[in-house]
């Protein structure tokens, strides 16, 4: 039996090719998830098709990334595949590991893969950095400026509206008040 699997990282994405693919493949049984593809072990539908796989069964996926991010992930996989007699098919790479050479094409293109990753990762990296040394603030932006923080802070200090008032006047909570303004909350 060819089983099939699917994955998209994130709920803007669409497997549709993906499906489209797999049923052209000929799988009978196709398990897919939108989900973050950093650890297998949190893919339940991943898991739920490895549990699924049975001596002689085909394990097809569209390509490598779809299945895992790191060579050591993708060979835990394939070795449990393996282990239990399961065939292995990239069909956008053409790899068939029931074939030498396509046991042969997978390593390398794994390998490939993590290379790849490793690359945007540092490229990444390296524009975070650039970016800070520019200036660039990552993060949530403040919702109050510093001429709000004071006027907040003038309010307390001259005492003549309430916490509450301070705190409606700016459209935030009382106990906002107290915090920015550093004075303690009454009990």
């Not at 790899?95 to 042969?104: E, H």
């Not at 975070?128 to 003038?154: H, S, W, Y």
């Amino acid at each position: 039996m060819k089983i099939g699997y699917a994955r998209v990282s994130s709920t803007g994405q669409d497997y549709q090719t993906q499906l489209d693919k797999l049923q052209a493949a000929g799988c009978e049984k196709i398990f897919h998830e939108k989900q973050s593809g950093k650890s297998a072990d949190d893919r339940a539908q991943l898991q739920a098709a490895l549990e699924f796989a049975r001596d002689g069964d085909i394990f097809v996926i569209t390509k490598l990334d779809r299945l895992a991010r790191s060579m050591n992930d993708l060979t835990s996989i394939t070795s449990k595949l393996q282990k239990n007699g399961v065939g292995f098919v990239v069909t956008d790479q053409q790899i068939d590991t029931t074939t030498p050479t396509g046991k042969l094409l997978f390593n390398i293109l794994g390998s490939l893969a993590e290379f790849e990753r490793d690359l945007i990762n540092a490229r990444c990296d390296e524009g975070r950095k650039a970016a800070k040394a520019k200036g660039v603030q990552f993060g949530r932006k403040p919702k109050m400026t510093d001429d709000q923080l004071e006027g907040i802070r003038a309010d307390v200090k001259a005492g003549i509206l309430s916490m509450q008032a301070i705190a409606d006047k700016y459209q935030i909570a009382r106990n906002s008040v107290y915090r920015l303004a550093g004075a303690k909350e009454a009990a």
